[in-house]
Antibody
Framework: EVQLVQSGAEVKEPGESLRISCKGS????????ISWVRQMPGKGLEWMGR????????NYSPSFQGHVTISADKSISTAYLQWSSLRASDTAMYYC?????????????WGQGTLVTVSS | EIVLTQSPGTLSLSPGERATLSCRAS???????LAWCQQKPGQAPRLLIY???SRATGIPDRFSGSGSGTDFTLTISRLEPEDFAVYYC?????????FGQGTKLEIK
């Protein structure tokens, strides 16, 4: 069974750094890109970027480029989303996801989400 | 970047009725790589339709997708109580992938 299991909820202060994780299981981790998707409170879905775990090639949405970093450690089948300096506006639910049938297919497997709260 | 515009923003219908949701793209979606997903409160999104008209595994046949190029439609033939949720279209044919703003399907 394909599973994406994300790390737990985080509460941080503005300016702090953070890394959240997404562990894949039940499939060949290096065969599927992992995407990250943001959902701000009461709002819609926003695609942030993706990573090819086989070579760590990344592709970002212009809206998020430079503010977040996506990485992966294929030895432990885990992808990461990290911030070096959080803002209050980063408060959101973050989902990782992968293609349902192939790396380039529609996002069909999703993690359970990680809630990030940034507040002073 | 392809902008996806969904309409209506909110759709109020009763169980048993037919629902028609629209998604319009600002430019042609490559290879009709347009998906529809459903999201219920407190849950992750669930893929319903991919490549404009193919149902994902396990999705009931009352859900159907149609369209190509820039205009796409999700139809739910007869609404069940569990279908009331928010629906998003997403294009994955070109980077950056983008989502529509969502259509909330609510019980009338």
């Amino acid at each position: 069974e394909v599973q994406l299991v994300q790390s737990g909820a985080e509460v941080k202060e503005p300016g702090e750094s953070l890394r959240i994780s997404c562990k894949g299981s039940g499939y060949s981790f290096t065969s599927y890109w992992i995407s990250w998707v943001r959902q701000m409170p009461g709002k819609g879905l926003e695609w942030m970027g993706r990573i090819d775990p086989s070579d760590s090639y990344t592709n970002y949405s212009p809206s998020f480029q430079g503010h977040v970093t996506i990485s992966a450690d294929k030895s432990i089948s885990t992808a990461y989303l990290q911030w070096s300096s959080l803002r209050a506006s980063d408060t959101a639910m973050y989902y990782c996801a992968r293609g349902r049938y192939s790396s380039s297919s529609a996002l069909g497997y999703w993690g359970q989400g990680t809630l990030v709260t940034v507040s002073s | 970047e392809i902008v996806l515009t969904q309409s209506p923003g909110t759709l109020s219908l009763s169980p048993g009725e037919r629902a028609t949701l629209s998604c319009r793209a600002s430019q042609s979606v490559s290879s009709d790589y347009l998906a529809w997903c459903q999201q219920k409160p407190g849950q992750a999104p669930r893929l319903l339709i991919y490549r404009a008209s193919s149902r994902a595994t396990g999705i009931p046949d009352r859900f159907s997708g149609s369209g190509s190029g820039t205009d796409f439609t999700l139809t739910i033939s007869r609404l069940e109580p569990e279908d009331f949720a928010v629906y998003y279209c997403q294009q994955y044919g070109s980077s950056p992938y983008t989502f529509g703003q969502g259509t909330k399907l609510e019980i009338k």
